[in-house]
């Protein structure tokens, strides 16, 4: 045990520092105070079949299908991969490709349903008891119920609670931090139902055979923090709620992790390595349901954010609505936003299309006015060091941006580039407004293109060598065949032969034998 | 006929001494760079490169007759791979003489005009088309090179070079267009 782990456990309420970070407005005050509402159900809902990281589920519905809540859609393919789920009953009415809510608006498989507006569950997964059941059969139900990481990275959450057979675990984190600005559906979830996240949190850490809870809440989120005090006991566990300060990207898996246990996790190395698993909140909220209640993940709340939209809401969305409609409902937007965001501010992606859907993975919906955004000219560095002093991973962001703009990809994930997260501190603090974390964003993808090619070229030589062996063996074949049948044909000229001089001989015998007598 | 006989079999194994011991005493080593460069080209003798089949862009490339970029298929890797067999510097990217990063490319069938005449794929060199006599033939994405030997024989022209489509998966952003700040920082 280190020295930091230590202390940590000899002061459990210590709080480490992260080293670097940034302190952006947060502006959480518009859409804090406004409680979770329903939404009414929209004409068209869009579910894409790949909302998580992984492989894309299968669609097991046709066209002109009817299908009711909470019924198996999509199904799991792979071991990495999540199961879909229908959010309301309805119509099947398209299985195709439609735009994905990505940056690039690419096309992804998605299934269109068109609701009957009854709203009637199919029947629900067999429901457990988490006092009884066994670890297994929690992420099982986890899986079948299709929950991925909900803070956004859209991890699958099963396989992380199957963490338990490789790693040696002692404690759960459930990340409640929501460090980026704007957002505050975690925030709302935890003052609402505090209780279900914290049972969704205990029945996790059965799963994965821990006792220690922790649940970390930024401390600008008061309420949400007095009302998670009022649960600290679930299923015989007992949580413990730790506040860290409100610094960006605290809500950063691994650096929570450094916060709450002064420990470091190695480079592209899992938490688990430090006996430590995080789940997000919403993630624990979502376990609840499946677990208890046998609901699969079919809605979530969404934020609905920024000085361009008429009114800030946190809105309980089904899964697949589309963007358009949640803004609809929030009275519409405000003139022409500079920037129309899913997720937060500072790592959020960019969409072109306003009809793409809300998956499992957005948190919010952010439109930017111009003041919001920031838009001033790119000058040139002058290295001061501001990107340096703010990079929670210790990265120099100046250095590999040069690096990577002089083509030098290689040197650049020789300092580091690999382990940036992209939280974008740096892009945020650079006096020059020089878009390092977009560079870094457009490096790794480069980098990930030529591992791939890379691949490739071995697959094509191991090709063409198989290629090469198949048609030696299929001449070799063709000259064996052609020998036996050169052989046969000699053969049978050979016999043909032999035949026409033994008749010859028979003749000349017969011939002879005449002339004797 | 007897003589005749001796006198060949003793002129036949003359000779093959000769050859025998020639081929010992003038022994030419093949260079080992030749192996180590053989095994990194693709092996797909698609020649694209100008020589005759990968063996002879290896033995080019060995005898520093040809720059390490000239393998189209291989990209940039395979320039970096072979510059650190051959020992010369890999030639920086966008600089003279660099090999362009282009998107990489793939063959497409247009089915309208496809015959089914199997010359295609029985060309392909790393059997990435699929296809029958007479039934329409497809590329397999992940198979294909983009190495133009299909679009070669094909008669009806019904075979074109595009760059792979983008999907979800090997979609990544543009390189921010800055580089005002990061030219005066390098």
Redesign the interface.
């Known amino acids: 045990m280190n020295l930091s782990a230590l202390l940590s456990r000899l002061d459990p309420g210590r709080v480490f520092g992260i080293g670097g970070g940034v302190h952006p407005k947060t502006r959480k005050s518009l859409s804090a105070r406004a409680a979770i509402e329903p939404m009414p159900l929209p004409p068209l809902l869009r579910v894409p079949l790949q909302q998580h990281i992984g492989v894309e589920a299968e669609a097991i519905v046709q066209r002109d299908d009817l299908v009711l809540k909470g019924q198996l859609i999509g199904k799991a393919r792979g071991p990495v991969s999540a199961n879909i789920h229908a959010p309301t009953s309805g119509r099947v009415i398209a299985v195709g490709h439609f735009a994905a809510p990505h940056p690039s608006g690419l096309p992804v498989p998605t299934i269109t349903i068109r609701p009957d507006g009854e709203d009637r569950w199919g029947p629900r997964l067999p429901r457990l008891r988490p006092e009884t059941a066994a670890p297994d059969a929690i992420a099982a139900q986890v899986a079948a119920a299709g929950i991925v990481g909900m803070g956004g990275a859209t991890f699958p959450s099963a396989v992380k609670l199957n963490l338990r057979d490789r790693y040696a675990l002692e404690t759960l984190i459930i990340n409640a931090a929501e460090c980026e600005p704007y957002l505050t559906c975690d925030d709302r979830l935890m003052r609402e139902r505090a209780e279900e996240i914290a049972d969704g949190a205990a029945i996790m850490a059965k799963a994965l055979g821990v006792k220690d809870i922790l649940i970390a809440i930024e401390t600008n989120k008061p309420e949400a923090i007095t009302a998670m005090r009022l649960h600290d006991v679930a299923l015989g566990y007992k949580i413990r709620v730790k506040t860290v300060p409100t610094l960006y990207p605290m809500g950063s898996e691994k650096h929570l992790v450094k916060a709450l246990t002064g420990q470091e996790t190695p480079a592209r190395a899992l938490t688990a390595e430090l006996g430590i698993v995080v789940h997000n909140a919403a993630t624990a909220h979502a376990v609840h349901l499946a677990v208890r209640y046998g609901e699969p993940l079919i809605s979530r709340v969404v934020t609905v954010s920024g000085r361009g939209v008429a009114r800030q809401a946190n809105i309980q969305a089904l899964i697949g609505t589309p963007v358009s409609d949640l803004l609809a409902h929030c009275g519409g937007l405000v003139g022409e936003p500079e920037r129309l965001l899913l997720g937060g501010p500072m790592m959020g992606q960019p969409i072109q299309n306003q009809r793409v859907p809300v998956v499992k993975g957005t948190n919010g919906i952010l439109a930017l006015t111009k003041a919001e955004a920031r838009t001033d000219a790119v000058m040139p560095c002058i290295r001061c060091g501001s990107c340096v002093h703010v990079c929670p991973c210790g990265l120099m962001p100046f250095e590999m941006n040069a690096r990577i703009q002089a083509d030098d990809l290689e040197g650049a994930s020789k300092t580091g580039l690999m382990d940036c997260i992209a939280c974008g501190c740096c892009s945020f603090n650079c006096p020059s407004n020089i878009p390092l974390v977009q560079a870094f964003n457009f490096a790794k993808g480069r980098l990930a293109e030529r591992k791939s090619r890379e691949h490739q070229q071995q697959e094509t030589k191991r090709l063409a060598e198989a290629r090469q062996a198949r048609e030696a063996a299929v001449a070799e074949a063709k000259r064996a065949a052609m020998a036996k049948r050169k052989a046969e044909q000699a053969a049978k000229k050979k016999k043909a032969d032999e035949a026409k001089a033994a008749k010859a001989a028979a003749a000349a015998a017969a011939k002879a034998q005449e002339g004797a007598s | 006929m007897i003589e005749a006989a001796l006198s060949m079999a003793a002129l036949g194994l003359s000779l093959g001494l000769m050859l025998g011991f020639a081929a010992r005493r003038f022994h030419v080593e093949a260079p080992a760079i030749l192996q180590d460069i053989e095994e990194v080209l693709?092996?797909?003798?698609c020649g694209q490169c100008g020589f005759p089949g990968c063996r002879g862009a290896a033995e080019a490339l060995a005898a520093g007759d040809a720059p390490v970029t000239l393998c189209p298929?291989?990209?940039?890797?395979?320039v970096v791979t072979l510059a650190e067999i051959t020992g010369v510097e890999v030639p920086?990217?966008?600089g003279a003489g660099a090999v362009v990063e282009e998107a990489?490319l793939i063959a497409f069938i247009f089915e309208d005009h496809c015959t089914g005449c199997t010359k295609c794929f029985k060309r392909c060199?790393?059997?990435?088309i699929v296809g029958a006599a007479k039934q329409i033939h497809t590329v397999i994405w992940?198979?294909c090179?983009g190495c133009d030997a299909c679009v070669q024989v094909c008669p009806t022209e019904a075979i074109i070079l595009r760059p792979k489509p983008?999907?979800?998966r090997?979609?990544?952003?543009?390189?921010?267009d800055?580089?005002?700040?990061?030219?005066?920082?390098?």
């Open positions: 693709p092996g797909t003798n298929p291989g990209g940039r890797p395979l920086p990217a966008g990489p060199p790393t059997d990435a992940d198979a090179t983008r999907t979800l090997n979609w990544y952003w543009d390189k921010p800055e580089a005002l700040g990061a030219g005066e920082a390098a």
